[in-house]
């Protein structure tokens, strides 16, 4: 990839509106650039400018690894052996193309991590493509390569192994070296030579294959998907022995889960009974401690409030009395917290023989404090009339937990419909972590943090993300589950890591919730010098609660602004106004490199259902967080930040803050959340204390200053109208090894189960529609290729296509307004959504074309659905934007 990123029309890793907006400058009809296919892996789009359109053709490798350009079906393929070939025949008139490829568009270098260069750096108008080597240069390699072979023969390596290596030195070196004059990144024929080597390695991995299978289907259902199927590889390719290792390896971790059910379902089926469990061997779960709350009743009658959760009832008793109201859990209707005041609630609760009681409660000793409103409960309601204030909203949310705790705890319900979630991210700085990490999970110190009457209650899950972390994944979890366990007397079960490098992501689960946790996967991404050192990257996971989907990305982007402030120092004597204009041109070129880690993060993180690839990885799950050392930094000099945190000044910090100018320049992070930030900036502290932050740092290059930052962050996005509060979020001010402080976030988070239909098995639901008359869109193009619309939901069986758009108009340059009428679009069984692109509802479907049939049309279960859209051009299948629609119905 290296030597291909050198030729002057080849850009490896750019989007297709990239290519369109540096074909556009280059403004010649001719002009023409190749990158990376965006849809098919190992591809390439050729992208030509002619008549201000850009017109697309992707260009395929075959078996073989020669490539063509994807032409009409019945024209004859014309195949090369190189791009480079490739692009030379088609510099020729009348080879297929609108216009032959006349001027290259050269890449734009950006310069490299670490340097102190802060000119753009560009490439010479004479640079060529890389030069092969030649046939004699050639013959020395391979000498010297052989000359290596003969020197390692007198280890263990098997003799055949050995011949085959020297056979591929001696001839078939010379065509892969060939291919390098393309930069193509596949050595076809070394390929070629493992997989025949690895000849007898393909035998035992059919016969493990063919054993296990054989035991899959002693245990498997008739009906039953569970045996795998077997795919036919005839081929002793490199890939297909990678695949055939990867299945092997998937099927081994699963086999005895797979036993399990089918071994539980053929009891169920045959009605046998298994010996019961003993009651107690399962691991007892903590005790919640009887609560109490000091509260007002009114303006001032005082009262106590005591909460036992374990006992399923709520005590309320006033002073001076020795009455006592007791209400258990079945009994509580209601908790109304008012909008207009966070300090406000309202107890609703049935009472026999009578109509609902209500009481409004005052809390004591605490302050009054700006806090967003927030449900608590599932039974939250909102109340337009203020009748009580809390002064703080603190113990009223301890409070509210705690009855959602009792309310979980003593449901008849099968499954949770509410969970609680622990966002914690870390850059240990490659410090050991100190034995007590308590304040952290506990989420206690700095900013918006619990009550401490909540802290010691067990979250559901805990994702814990880590920077620069020097402990070994088996060591690091170890860790955590017993930290874990020290500050809540409960155990957690892992149930993954992914780690690049010493970026790690880890995440655990209280017991219970083990069997509810399925389709796991985990990705990585390098964002580092090159994008392959994993010095800087991101590390992600998803999976599914029951029916909701999760997505977890923890990360480490680009550093310093340090560049900026070394120059500075330099030039502080004889600083001008175009000095200080370049210095801001520096902190904006690193916060530039900082967006594209991000965008090229979404991009390549392979993460949740793969139906969904069409979407970016913000698009794919109901609940995304993204956290880590984003390492945006406060555009402010350095004194002028000290005051401000000296003075408790946040307000006008964050006003500064890169991350949210950026965001609100819609550059990165489009509609994610992040909470109210109430605590001071994370780096860059002195090691051993929270006193004083260590900004300053002597180099041989000059003082590298490091601004104090909120580098540290925890966002998320989820789907429209889903339940998520965030309940802390904050830093603690005790754990002090490392130059930043530990982050921390709490998330009540409303979860689905697996649908069941209240209704009479025979009794048939009528089916609702919706009928999309019209949907127009607007997307950045320049091409004249026609567009179609797909349609992805998990409630379909499958994703479903419009047709092609029959309007197409352009009022601004570079973009294209599309449009699909009724006859273009499907009619959706889904009566549910609100869509801001337009529609209308309608019974008539004798002009729709094509229809999507939901699994279930039952209204309980669409509510909960969503549905994705994306716009694809029709020659190159590759996304110009996506749209996620809401259960508003």
């Not at 289907?217 to 390719?237: E, G, I, Y």
């Not at 366990?485 to 079960?493: F, L, P």
Request: with cysteine; aromatic share 8%.
């Amino acid at each position: 990839a290296g030597t291909m990123s050198m030729a002057p029309w080849y850009h490896w890793d750019i989007s297709r509106v990239r290519a369109e907006d540096l074909l556009a400058k280059a403004g010649k009809d001719g002009s023409f650039l190749v990158r990376d296919s965006e849809s098919v892996p190992g591809a390439y789009a050729l992208c030509l400018l002619f008549q201000r359109q850009v017109h697309t053709y992707r260009i395929l490798p075959d078996e073989e690894g020669l490539l063509a350009v994807q032409t009409t079906q019945g024209a004859q393929i014309k195949c090369f052996q190189t791009l480079n070939d490739l692009i030379a025949t088609y510099q020729q008139p009348h080879k297929g193309l609108v216009t032959p490829l006349l001027f290259p568009v050269r890449q734009e270098e950006t310069p490299e991590e670490g340097s102190d260069d802060l000119k753009t750096r560009t490439y010479d108008t004479a640079l060529s493509c890389p030069t092969v080597p030649s046939q004699a240069s050639r013959a020395q390699i391979s000498q010297l390569l052989q000359q290596r072979l003969q020197e390692q023969s007198s280890l263990s390596s098997p003799s055949e192994f050995l011949g085959l290596l020297s056979e591929y030195l001696k001839t078939n070196l010379q065509l892969d070296l060939e291919t390098m004059k393309s930069g193509t990144p596949k050595l076809w024929h070394l390929n070629k030579a493992l997989g025949v080597a690895c000849k007898g390695l393909h035998s035992e991995l059919d016969f493990t294959l063919s054993s296990l299978e054989t035991l899959v289907k002693v245990f498997d259902h008739p009906n039953s998907p569970m045996a795998p199927q077997k795919k036919q590889t005839p081929r002793l390719t490199l890939e297909n022995l990678i695949s055939k290792i990867s299945t092997l390896n998937n099927l081994l971790s699963s086999l005895e889960k797979k036993v399990l059910n089918a071994l539980q379902e053929t009891v169920s089926h045959l009605n046998l009974a298994l010996p019961n469990t003993p009651a107690g061997t399962s691991p007892a779960s903590k005790t919640i401690p009887v609560q109490n709350f000091e509260v007002k009743l009114g303006k001032s009658q005082r009262a106590s409030l005591t909460v036992d959760v374990e006992g399923g009832k709520v005590i309320l008793k006033k002073l001076n009395s020795s009455v006592e109201e007791l209400i258990s859990h079945e009994k509580i209707l209601q908790l109304i917290k008012y909008q207009n005041s966070q300090n406000k609630l309202r107890f609703v609760f049935d009472k026999e023989g009578q109509k609902n009681q209500q009481r409004d409660f005052i809390f004591e000793n605490a302050r009054v404090s700006n806090v967003s409103y927030c449900c608590g409960l599932n039974f939250l309601s909102v109340c337009p009339t203020p009748h009580c204030f809390f002064p703080t909203c603190r113990k009223k949310e301890g409070f509210c937990q705690l009855l959602q705790l009792m309310r979980m705890k003593h449901s008849n319900l099968d499954e949770p419909d509410m969970i609680s979630l622990y966002i914690g991210t870390w850059n240990m700085g490659g410090a050991l972590p100190p034995k007590n990490i308590a304040s952290w999970l506990q989420s206690k110190g700095l900013g918006k943090t619990q009550d401490e009457t909540t802290t010691s209650i067990p979250q559901d899950v805990y994702v814990i993300g880590s920077q620069e972390n020097p402990l070994g994944d088996r060591e690091w979890t170890e860790f955590l589950r017993a930290a874990i366990k020290s500050v809540t007397e409960t155990d957690v079960k892992l149930v993954a890591i992914q780690s690049l490098w010493n970026i790690k992501l880890t995440v655990l689960v209280k017991v219970e919730h083990e069997n509810r946790i399925s389709h796991v996967n985990t990705s990585s991404v390098k964002t580092g010098i090159a994008n392959t050192l994993g010095n800087k990257g991101a590390v992600g996971m998803s999976f599914l609660f029951n029916g909701t989907s999760f997505g977890f990305v923890n990360c480490h982007l680009t550093s310093g602004t340090e560049k900026t402030h070394r120059l500075a120092l330099r030039t502080i004597r004889h600083c001008h106004v175009k000095d200080r204009e370049m210095l801001k041109n520096a902190t904006i070129h690193v916060s530039c490199r900082r967006n594209q880690n991000y965008h090229d993060i979404i991009r390549s993180l392979l993460l949740g259902d793969k139906q969904l690839s069409a979407f970016d990885t913000t698009l794919r799950f109901t609940h995304l967080f993204w956290f880590g050392d984003l390492n945006y930094r406060l555009d402010m000099d350095v004194q002028d930040i000290l005051n401000h945190i000296h003075k408790k000044d946040f307000e006008t910090l964050l006003s500064v803050d890169q991350l949210n100018l950026e965001k609100e320049k819609n550059k990165v992070f489009l509609r994610f959340n992040e909470e109210e930030i109430n605590f001071p900036p994370t780096y860059r502290y002195e090691r051993g204390s929270r006193d004083s932050y260590m900004w300053q740092k002597v180099k041989a290059t000059g003082v590298r200053v490091n601004v104090p930052s909120w580098c540290d962050r925890i966002l998320w996005k989820s789907y429209p109208e889903t339940h998520i509060v965030c309940n802390s979020y904050g830093c603690p001010d005790d754990i002090v090894t490392s130059d930043h402080s530990p982050v921390f976030a709490t998330f009540e988070v409303g979860v689905t189960s697996q649908f069941v239909s209240n209704k009479d098995p025979g009794c048939r639901s009528e089916e609702a529609l919706i009928e999309f008359e019209t949907i127009e869109a607007i997307v950045k193009a320049c091409s004249r290729a026609k567009f179609f619309i797909e349609f992805h939901s998990s409630c379909l069986e499958d994703f479903k296509k419009s047709w092609e758009n029959n309007s197409q108009s352009s009022d601004i340059p570079g973009f294209l307004k599309l449009g699909w009428s009724a006859t273009q679009l499907p009619m959706v069984g889904l009566a549910f959504f609100t869509f801001l692109l337009l529609f209308s509802v309608s019974h008539d479907c004798s002009n729709n074309l094509r229809i999507l049939n939901p699994i279930l049309s039952e209204m309980e279960y669409l509510l909960d659905q969503h549905l994705l859209l994306t716009v694809k051009s029709v020659d190159g299948y590759e996304s110009y934007g996506t749209y996620n629609t809401l259960n508003a119905y």
